[in-house]
């Protein structure tokens, strides 16, 4: 069964500094990786999306995550963060179905 | 574009009573899902509709939770009756085609309706 693990249940960072929020599935089948962005009170956006081709993705508000399929890992990364940027993120696999993470609050301090 | 339209956006009922939530998906799109999120947890998929077809409801309490998508539009998930541990967030999404097996379509999510059991 695919499952995702989401290793840290919250990162604080200030606002300007790098993040890297981490990810790993696992799968025995080839998969499909996402990161979902959910502001508070909303549904959730879609950040981006690994399907094949270049293991690094970029995705929307400047934000880029790196398939390693050797470590099974998918982590979330930003150079430089704002304070718009704090939310709950989910990791995400998806073989017939998404499968989430238990999600990483990204929390940006001034 | 009008994206995926949930109601009601807040409800707060006692355990035992009835609840209904509505979702309309984005015009055009086959596919809609219902989704579970409970504090401090993923979502989770409780059931899969392919226009007006069950494709997935493997993780539907269906002693107590039922949906249906009868014009194959929108939906409707009940819960009779409610439990305390049914708190939870229940996210609507949709999608264009049927996403089944190695293809992918992406799914587009209503801002949810959060039910609160007291």
């Given at each position: ?30 998969v ?35 398939f ?14 704002h ?28 | ?37 409970i ?71 209503g ?8």
């Amino acid at each position: 069964a695919q499952s995702v693990t989401q290793l840290d249940s919250q990162v604080p960072v200030f606002e300007e500094a790098p993040v890297e929020l981490r990810c790993n599935y696992s799968s025995s089948v080839s998969v499909y990786l996402f990161w979902y962005v959910q502001y508070p009170n909303q549904g959730l956006q879609l950040l981006l999306k690994y399907l094949s081709g270049s293991t690094l993705v970029k995705g929307i508000n400047g934000f880029e995550a790196e398939f390693n399929k050797s470590q099974t890992s998918f982590h979330l990364r930003k150079p430089s963060v704002h304070i718009s940027d704090t939310a709950e993120y989910f990791c995400a696999v998806y073989t017939n179905k998404l499968i989430f993470g238990t999600g990483t609050l990204l929390a940006v301090q001034p | 574009e009008a994206g995926v339209a949930q109601s009601p956006r807040y409800k707060i009922i006692e355990k035992r009573q009835s609840v209904a939530f509505w979702c309309n998906p984005i015009s055009g799109h086959a596919t809609l899902y219902w989704y579970q999120q409970i504090l401090g947890q993923g979502p989770k998929l409780l059931i899969q509709f392919q226009n007006n077809g069950v494709v997935d409801d493997s993780q539907l309490p269906k002693d107590r939770f039922s949906a249906e998508r009868l014009k194959g539009v929108d939906s409707t998930l009940k819960i009779q009756p409610a439990k305390l541990e049914d708190s939870a967030v229940y996210l609507c999404a949709s999608s264009f085609g049927s996403g089944r097996g190695s293809s992918y379509n992406e799914q587009f999510f209503g801002p949810g309706t959060r039910l609160t059991v007291l």
